[in-house]
């Protein structure tokens, strides 16, 4: 139990334009999702905390205009790479936790590789 | 939230334990330690948590000190599949709230 999937696990897209990412919770509630970024060779950054229904709280330097989070239901989450530029190449992951988990809660998904050219 | 403070990297034979250790000298007394870990390129994965007493599960031990303020994650028979970057993370409470802020982490690199 307890699974989140990630969604596309690699994308490149043009500079400029303007990326998706999908993170759906299988089989809980997800009340909370946390987004964050990785650089290589880097530990990860939390970039943003959304629950359910309300906006995201964003850590700070962390841009919320350019890096928009939705979470609109309890299995789904979404990061909008706005005007995505080469520097936001990254390896960007979400984390899900809610009712019907097991305790440990804090559930990752695969990652999505960003590209930006 | 408490700071951790982990050695940058370490070796392992294969079948051999490994035994990472984990500094947390300012955790406070509902601070909780967890032990996440990332295989290259995927997401975290929970390896087990504790307050105060001894926590075992299918894979690992954690032992943590009667200060608590230090920590060991224990691998008993490391494998090849076992090398990846391990994340000492201390979190208030054992619910499922709060952030988990990662610091940089081990890489336990396992050798035949």
């Known amino acids: 139990g307890a699974v989140v999937s990630q969604h596309p696990s690699r994308v490149i897209c043009k500079s400029g334009t303007s990326v998706k990412i999908e993170c759906r919770s299988l089989?809980?509630?997800?009340?909370?999702m946390f987004w964050y970024r990785q650089f290589p060779k880097q530990s990860l950054m939390l970039m943003a905390t959304?629950?359910?229904?309300?906006?995201?709280?964003?850590e700070q330097g962390v841009e919320k205009d350019k890096f928009l989070i939705n979470h609109a239901s309890l299995t789904l989450s979404t990061l909008t790479v706005t005007s995505a530029h080469p520097e936001d190449s990254s390896f960007y992951i979400c984390?899900?936790?809610?009712?019907?988990?097991?305790?440990?809660?804090?559930?990752f998904g695969s990652g999505t590789r960003l590209t930006v050219v | 939230d408490a700071k951790t403070t982990q050695p940058p990297s370490m070796d392992c034979a294969e079948g051999r334990a490994a035994n990472l250790p984990c500094n947390h000298s300012?955790?406070?007394?509902?601070?909780?330690v967890y032990w996440y870990r990332q295989i290259h390129s995927q997401g975290p994965q929970y390896i087990i948590h504790?307050?105060?007493n001894n926590e075992t599960n299918e894979m690992a031990s954690l032992i943590i000190t009667e200060d608590r303020k230090s920590s060991t994650l224990i691998l008993p028979h490391a494998t090849l599949r076992d090398t990846a970057v391990y994340y000492c993370?201390?979190?208030?409470?054992?619910?499922?709230?709060?952030?988990?802020?990662f610091g940089q982490g081990t890489t336990l690199q396992v050798k035949p």
């Open positions: 984390s899900a936790t809610g009712t019907g988990v097991q305790y440990s809660g804090y559930t």
């Open positions: 089989d809980f509630q997800a009340t909370t």
């Open positions: 959304s629950n359910e229904g309300s906006k995201a709280t964003y």
């Open positions: 300012t955790i406070s007394g509902n601070e909780y």
């Open positions: 504790g307050l105060k």
């Open positions: 993370i201390v979190k208030p409470g054992s619910s499922n709230t709060g952030k988990l802020i």
